[in-house]
């Protein structure tokens, strides 16, 4: 059973609109703990937030917000003002807290146009 | 810049060949591993290793083999690979606090895009 759902393949967008990404996940741990990543045109997948499972508290970092909710196993990631440099795809991840595995989602396909 | 260096980036190998995917992390990290990364499908978790050791093997076939000679350096040798092997293999690397413990962000090289013909 897949453990992270990224519902959106795509998004496409204009400059400067913001852009939410939903992430549904499923565990049976008490403590676990969420990722988002972010994978450029270049490969490379670029660490952007890490949420323990006890940690409901909403971050925010510049453009960047992220929304946990435990009650309905949602962490989802908003982006402000979105940019055409925001173009990637975004992955959100789950690590339940014996297992050395991430758990990726399929990702979410960000396409900001000028 | 991660802190993770993969080579070669691209790699294009027969079916009967025999070549190496290189993986550095210049972190400090006692944990790395490797993912494959197919067109349409979640990366998935091939090998970890930790401190070393290898801890776990998603039932991965016997032509991928990995190697970890010290905590900055991972392997992963190829041989007689099948065309459904092409993809993107990506390193990643983490330092785990003790063993058993988790949850730790993982920080990725930039991949080898390996293609088999």
């Known amino acids: 059973a897949q453990k992270v759902t990224q519902a959106q393949t795509e998004i496409s967008v204009v400059e400067k609109e913001d852009v939410t990404l939903d992430c549904v996940y499923e565990t049976r741990d008490t403590t676990y703990y969420l990722f988002w990543y972010k994978q450029p045109p270049s490969g490379e997948l670029v660490f952007l937030i890490r949420?323990?499972?006890?940690?409901?508290q909403n971050e925010i970092s510049g453009r960047y917000s992220w929304n946990f909710q435990k009650s309905t196993s949602s962490f989802n990631f908003t982006i402000t003002a979105s940019q055409v440099v925001d173009s990637a795809v975004y992955f959100c991840a789950l690590s339940e807290s014996n297992d050395y595995k991430l758990s990726f989602g399929a990702g979410t396909t960000v396409t900001v146009r000028a | 810049e991660t802190g993770v260096t993969q080579t070669p980036r691209h790699l294009v190998m027969g079916m009967t060949n025999k070549k190496s995917l290189k993986c550095e992390q210049h972190?400090?990290?006692?944990?790395m591993y490797w993912y494959k990364q197919s067109a349409k499908k979640p990366l998935e978790l091939m090998f970890v290793?930790?401190?070393?050791?290898?801890?776990e093997n998603n039932s991965v076939p016997s032509r991928f083999s990995p190697e970890c000679p010290n905590s900055s350096h991972l392997f992963l040798h190829l041989h007689t690979l099948q065309p459904e092997d092409s993809a993107l293999y990506l390193c990643?690397?983490?330092?785990?606090?003790?063993?058993?413990?988790?949850?730790?962000?993982?920080?990725f090289g930039q991949g080898t895009r390996l293609t088999v013909v």
């Open positions: 290793y930790s401190l070393e050791e290898r801890v």
């Open positions: 949420r323990n499972s006890f940690d409901e």
């Open positions: 990643a690397s983490s330092q785990e606090e003790r063993q058993g413990a988790r949850g730790t962000e993982a920080f």
């Open positions: 972190l400090g990290h006692n944990a």
